[in-house]
Protein backbone atom coordinates (compact mmCIF):
# COMPACT_ATOMS: atom_id res chain seq x y z
CA UNK A 1 0.00 0.00 0.00
CA UNK A 2 1.02 3.40 -0.39
CA UNK A 3 1.27 6.51 1.53
CA UNK A 4 1.49 9.92 1.18
CA UNK A 5 4.75 11.37 1.41
CA UNK A 6 4.77 14.88 3.04
CA UNK A 7 7.29 16.88 1.16
CA UNK A 8 7.50 20.89 2.07
CA UNK A 9 8.28 22.37 -1.17
CA UNK A 10 9.33 26.34 -0.97
CA UNK A 11 9.26 27.84 -4.27
CA UNK A 12 12.41 29.93 -4.32
CA UNK A 13 11.02 32.58 -6.89
CA UNK A 14 13.95 35.04 -6.54
CA UNK A 15 15.05 38.06 -9.16
CA UNK A 16 17.09 37.27 -11.80
CA UNK A 17 20.47 39.19 -11.38
CA UNK A 18 21.69 41.01 -14.46
CA UNK A 19 24.33 43.42 -15.49
CA UNK A 20 23.97 46.85 -16.39
CA UNK A 21 20.55 49.25 -15.18
CA UNK A 22 19.08 49.08 -18.08
CA UNK A 23 19.33 44.85 -18.00
CA UNK A 24 18.35 44.64 -14.40
CA UNK A 25 14.63 46.78 -15.28
CA UNK A 26 14.34 44.74 -18.23
CA UNK A 27 14.69 41.28 -16.10
CA UNK A 28 12.45 42.84 -13.20
CA UNK A 29 9.51 44.22 -16.01
CA UNK A 30 9.46 40.43 -17.14
CA UNK A 31 10.24 38.24 -14.31
CA UNK A 32 12.13 35.48 -13.29
CA UNK A 33 13.14 33.16 -16.54
CA UNK A 34 12.70 29.49 -15.84
CA UNK A 35 12.95 26.17 -18.19
CA UNK A 36 9.29 25.23 -20.15
CA UNK A 37 7.93 23.18 -23.38
CA UNK A 38 5.03 24.39 -24.04
CA UNK A 39 2.15 22.95 -26.58
CA UNK A 40 3.59 19.48 -26.34
CA UNK A 41 7.31 20.94 -27.17
CA UNK A 42 9.69 18.19 -26.83
CA UNK A 43 12.64 20.14 -25.47
CA UNK A 44 12.74 22.29 -21.98
CA UNK A 45 13.64 25.74 -22.86
CA UNK A 46 14.84 28.56 -21.03
CA UNK A 47 12.05 31.31 -22.39
CA UNK A 48 9.19 31.08 -20.36
CA UNK A 49 8.82 34.20 -17.41
CA UNK A 50 7.12 34.52 -14.15
CA UNK A 51 5.53 36.99 -12.82
CA UNK A 52 4.11 37.06 -8.59
CA UNK A 53 0.62 38.03 -7.76
CA UNK A 54 -1.13 38.17 -4.44
CA UNK A 55 -4.95 37.00 -4.77
CA UNK A 56 -7.02 36.93 -1.56
CA UNK A 57 -4.13 36.39 0.67
CA UNK A 58 -2.50 33.65 -1.77
CA UNK A 59 0.35 33.45 -3.73
CA UNK A 60 -0.27 33.29 -7.43
CA UNK A 61 2.85 32.66 -9.90
CA UNK A 62 1.95 33.78 -13.33
CA UNK A 63 3.88 31.83 -16.20
CA UNK A 64 4.69 33.80 -19.49
CA UNK A 65 5.56 31.60 -22.57
CA UNK A 66 6.92 32.60 -25.22
CA UNK A 67 4.21 33.21 -27.63
CA UNK A 68 2.11 34.82 -25.39
CA UNK A 69 0.16 32.43 -23.83
CA UNK A 70 0.56 32.03 -19.91
CA UNK A 71 -1.00 29.87 -17.21
CA UNK A 72 -1.60 31.12 -13.49
CA UNK A 73 -0.34 28.37 -10.71
CA UNK A 74 -1.71 29.09 -6.82
CA UNK A 75 1.05 28.17 -4.54
CA UNK A 76 -0.10 26.03 -1.85
CA UNK A 77 -0.29 26.84 1.91
CA UNK A 78 0.35 23.61 3.07
CA UNK A 79 4.06 23.46 1.15
CA UNK A 80 2.77 21.12 -1.17
CA UNK A 81 3.41 22.78 -4.31
CA UNK A 82 1.47 24.59 -6.80
CA UNK A 83 -1.91 23.70 -8.03
CA UNK A 84 -3.25 24.96 -11.66
CA UNK A 85 -5.34 28.68 -10.27
CA UNK A 86 -7.66 28.15 -13.38
CA UNK A 87 -8.65 25.58 -16.61
CA UNK A 88 -9.96 22.02 -16.07
CA UNK A 89 -6.74 20.64 -16.19
CA UNK A 90 -4.94 19.70 -12.90
CA UNK A 91 -1.40 20.24 -12.21
CA UNK A 92 1.04 17.37 -11.69
CA UNK A 93 4.04 17.97 -9.55
CA UNK A 94 7.40 15.96 -9.85
CA UNK A 95 9.71 16.52 -6.94
CA UNK A 96 13.11 16.89 -7.43
CA UNK A 97 16.91 17.75 -5.29
CA UNK A 98 16.25 21.61 -5.74
CA UNK A 99 13.35 21.94 -8.08
CA UNK A 100 10.20 20.79 -9.06
CA UNK A 101 8.49 19.31 -12.35
CA UNK A 102 5.14 21.21 -12.61
CA UNK A 103 2.83 19.59 -15.78
CA UNK A 104 -0.15 20.76 -16.74
CA UNK A 105 -1.92 19.45 -20.04
CA UNK A 106 0.63 20.04 -22.47
CA UNK A 107 2.71 22.57 -20.95
CA UNK A 108 6.05 21.94 -18.91
CA UNK A 109 7.54 23.96 -16.55
CA UNK A 110 10.79 23.71 -13.96
CA UNK A 111 10.75 25.53 -11.03
CA UNK A 112 13.44 26.29 -8.23
CA UNK A 113 12.31 25.28 -5.20
CA UNK A 114 13.55 24.31 -0.88
CA UNK A 115 12.65 20.79 -0.65
CA UNK A 116 12.08 19.20 3.08
CA UNK A 117 11.78 16.07 2.86
CA UNK A 118 12.31 13.73 0.41
CA UNK A 119 13.12 14.67 -3.10
CA UNK A 120 13.27 12.50 -6.46
CA UNK A 121 9.72 10.88 -6.81
CA UNK A 122 6.50 12.03 -6.88
CA UNK A 123 4.41 14.26 -4.39
CA UNK A 124 1.65 12.44 -2.67
CA UNK A 125 2.79 9.05 -4.62
CA UNK A 126 5.56 7.29 -3.15
CA UNK A 127 6.11 4.61 -1.33
CA UNK A 128 7.84 4.76 2.13
Do not use: K
Not at 99 to 119: C, F, K, Q, S, W
Amino acid sequence: MRAPVPAVILLALAACSASGDEAEGEAAARGETIACATGGAAELAPVCTVERAVEDGALILIIHHEDGGFRRLAVQGDGSGVAAADGADPAQITVYDGEIAVTVAADRYILPATIAGRTGETAGDATP
